[in-house]
């Protein structure tokens, strides 16, 4: 069955550049999340979406990052001039609640950004 | 600030023993605490999860141990096998204010290794 798909899963921006990252959720889930996993450590919460209205994106560390969800399905986390402290694994997840439920986040594999 | 506490970072366990990880909370309001793991280069996957108004869950192998008047909570997981290396994430989340998202906040993570 079709899972949450990110892509690309590997990226390799230089300082400065801007980057598009795409997550696929699954069909016919309300709910969309990224979050941003720095090496070693657990995913950080970045931003919400429940359909196409982004709910909460409190967890964004910067006006650099922006992310939007125009359909309610395919999302994309753009990061403007990226710095080096960027670089990590951005992780998207779906469910199909809304957001008060208690439905599992499915999780896609992740992007893995390196900013040189 | 960190909310969720997790130890140890990493845990070795001979095959057929047991594997206990904990975590402790802060926040009075989180009411859901799943368990993740994640295999090198995929994205967390759910393993269990408990609410509070239970002090023990089990599935299979794994269990979750709740302590709500210590704000604490543990996976053990029984038998363990080489297929169990992994990290492991505690995770909890809250329903916040109307609108908002029921966002996960994770612990550090442990890397579980089960020696064959």
């Known amino acids: 069955g079709a899972g949450v798909s990110q892509s690309p899963r590997y990226k390799v921006a230089k300082r400065g550049q801007d980057v598009a990252l795409r997550c696929d959720p699954i069909?016919?889930?309300?709910?969309l999340f990224w979050y941003q996993q720095a090496l070693g450590q657990g995913p950080e919460f970045l931003t919400y979406?429940?359909?196409?209205?982004?709910?909460?994106k409190s967890g964004l560390p910067s006006d650099r990052f922006f992310a939007e969800r125009p359909e309610g399905s395919v999302s994309t986390l753009k990061i403007q001039r990226t710095q080096q402290e960027d670089s990590a694994v951005y992780l998207c997840?779906?469910?199909?609640?809304?957001?008060?439920?208690?439905?599992?986040?499915?999780f896609g594999p992740g992007t893995r950004l390196t900013v040189l | 600030q960190q909310q969720v506490k997790q130890s140890p970072q990493s845990l070795i366990v001979q095959k057929g023993g047991i594997s206990i990880i904990n975590c402790a909370y802060e926040?009075?309001?989180?009411?859901?605490f799943p368990w993740y793991q994640q295999f090198p280069g995929k994205g967390p996957a759910l393993l269990i999860a408990?609410?509070?108004?239970?002090s023990e869950k089990k599935e299979g192998r794994f269990t979750i141990s709740f302590n709500k008047s210590a704000k604490q909570f543990s996976l053990h997981i029984m038998d363990s096998q080489p297929g169990d290396s992994a990290t492991y994430f505690c995770?909890?989340?809250?329903?916040?204010?109307?609108?908002?998202?029921?966002?996960?906040?994770f612990g550090s993570g442990t890397q579980l290794t089960v020696l064959p």
């Open positions: 979406f429940q359909n196409e209205a982004q709910l909460d």
């Open positions: 995770a909890a989340s809250n329903a916040l204010s109307s609108g908002s998202a029921r966002q996960l906040t």
């Open positions: 997840a779906s469910s199909f609640q809304g957001a008060l439920g208690y439905s599992e986040q499915f």
């Open positions: 069909s016919g889930h309300v709910s």
């Open positions: 408990i609410r509070p108004d239970v």
């Open positions: 926040n009075t309001a989180f009411d859901y």
